[in-house]
């Protein structure tokens, strides 16, 4: 198995990642986990869009004192909460569990179902399948910046 950047030896072993999946499964049938996460998910994303709707920058919103107090708190709160979720040191930038509610928080508290669907209206092309998969969203293959891709 290749590692990825910044994966620690032995967090790429097979034993390491049998563990994390355990305890990622675990997390997830706990009632109400994935509902909560994507209930927040909605939330935050009615807060970015009226943060969008008053003007306010897409980083450094609560410093910006053009904006009413409250929306320079929203602003805060937003970034606080993505912060605890992306911020991280080198060697590990990700908590291993954060990386399903990030994907719940991208989907915008979307099935990721829907959210695929909803992705493919926006931008199919067709892929190599060299480097993503068939059902990958992507906004183009990257890789070689041709679409479809060839590589």
């Not at 306010?56 to 606080?80: M, V």
């Not at 040191?89 to 928080?105: G, N």
């Amino acid at each position: 198995m290749v590692p990825n950047p910044g994966d620690s030896p032995e967090s790429t072993s097979l034993t390491s990642q049998s563990k994390r999946g355990n305890r990622l499964d675990e997390r997830m049938d706990v009632d109400g986990w994935e509902e909560e996460k994507m209930n927040e998910a909605k939330h935050l994303k009615l807060i970015s869009d009226e943060l969008r709707a008053k003007g306010c920058p897409l980083f450094g919103g609560k410093y910006c004192d053009r904006l009413p107090k409250d929306i320079r708190e929203k602003a805060g709160a937003l970034e606080a909460r993505l912060d605890s979720l992306i911020s991280g040191s080198v060697a590990s930038p990700f908590k291993s569990d954060t990386r399903d509610e990030l994907r719940l928080l991208i989907a915008q508290g979307l099935t990721t179902t829907a959210f695929k669907d909803k992705m493919k209206k926006y931008d199919f092309s067709l892929k190599c399948n060299a480097v993503w998969s068939a059902d990958a969203i992507a906004y183009r293959c990257n890789t070689c910046a041709f679409s479809p891709c060839i590589i």
